[in-house]
């Protein structure tokens, strides 16, 4: 139908195109690309892939069209520049003699920041900044409508704050895609800037170990602590982490520890924690000896800590509770608030009695716990059919 005809061959359906005009090129805000009189602007190779019939693309539109290009292409990967405009795909052909230079206007929706550059993509090359030389250039202007090729406004470089810009590219130049005098440019390309924004690194916090002898640093503990470091760079995606830890940490010392990642512009990040080593509590007994046991209530109860029943508590607290947070908590408060129940159990056989009475299944449970549990599960199902039955 009509509204799908192009008839000026620039890649945009007639019902999109708000000009036959071969030398303007809507932008979708509002604003044309504009060339040179004489000369076609016609969609981009990307910008075709990409479906909007607009010359406006992303980089992962180049990198989805580049991907459908043959083997050896080279990456699309910019991840030292942050392209602040967004691209542009455009073709320029009918250009009369092959070699001859075009100039194209561009006009931003955001002003041109600080540092800026254009960069170009081909597949030979890659990414690579506009090169500049007698038959190419870059030009800038401020204005509320941007002029067409060639007006005086157009001053040479990037200009902070200019929201027109103006390219003069060499047919068969360094900055046309093909690198063939064809009478034809290609592109795509787009206003940049060097990324100057360090990556995110995150460290652990600090950490202490307990432990009566030194530590190295294939202690399990200690390598998963240095493991948990991440780095993620908005461009570069997760970069490594180096840090600078010893071999051997001594019990009683502070290490601080520095974390370091740079992205791929080199921007550096870094960090630090500390990791300190510290002897493990002296556990005083109920009666003030230090007995090493720590499990004073069942040691007052049975009378002796090398007692059988307080050995399996004991290697139930070194084994179950000290190897984790919640279980340390609890240790630590036993021990605050224990040793003068032991005291007064200890001064009393009675007591001493109901308290081994008490423990029994504690202890059972704790070295049966297998059979304890299917003993209770054995108990609950009783339970559960006796009471199903007297409500018969």
Known sequence: TEGFSDPDYDGIPAYLDNS???????????????????????????????????PVVTV??????????????????????????????????????????????????????????????SESAGWQTFVEDSNNAVSSATRDNC?????????????????CLQLT?????????DGIANARILDPGGVAVFDTTPPLLTVPLSLSIESGADLSSDNPEIQDYLASASCEDELSGSRDVTNDAPDAYTVGSSTT?????????????????????IEPPTITGPTGSSSGSGCFIATAAYGSWLAPEVQVLREFRDQ????????????????????????????????????????????YGVKYPTECFALVLCLLLLTMFSCRNVRK
């Open 257 to 277: 520890i520095n974390f370091s990642c740079s992205d791929a512009a080199g921007n550096l990040a870094s960090a630090s924690a500390t990791l300190s080593v």
């Open 320 to 363: 179950h509770l000290l190897t984790n947070y919640p279980g340390t908590l609890f240790v630590e408060s036993y021990y605050q608030y224990s040793p003068p129940v032991a005291n007064i159990i200890e001064d009393s056989p009675t007591l001493a009695l109901v308290t081994r009475v008490a423990l029994t299944p504690v202890i």
């Open 169 to 177: 590219i060499e047919d068969g130049g360094p900055n046309d895609r």
């Open 20 to 54: 036959d005009d071969k030398t303007v090129m809507p932008t979708g805000s509002g604003s044309d690309l504009e060339t040179e009189a004489g000369v076609r602007i016609r969609l981009g190779e990307a910008a075709l892939s990409e479906g909007s019939f607009l």
């Open 147 to 163: 002029p067409p090729p060639g007006d005086p406004a157009y001053e040479p470089g990037l200009s902070a704050e200019a929201n």
């Open 60 to 121: 992962e539109d180049v990198a989805s069209w580049a991907a459908s290009l043959p083997d050896g292409s080279a990456s699309v990967d910019d991840n030292q520049f942050q392209f602040s405009s967004g691209l542009f795909d455009f073709e320029l052909d009918r250009l009369g003699n092959p070699g001859k230079s075009a100039s194209i206007v561009i006009p931003l929706t955001d002003a041109l920041p600080e540092a800026a550059v254009y960069r170009k993509y």
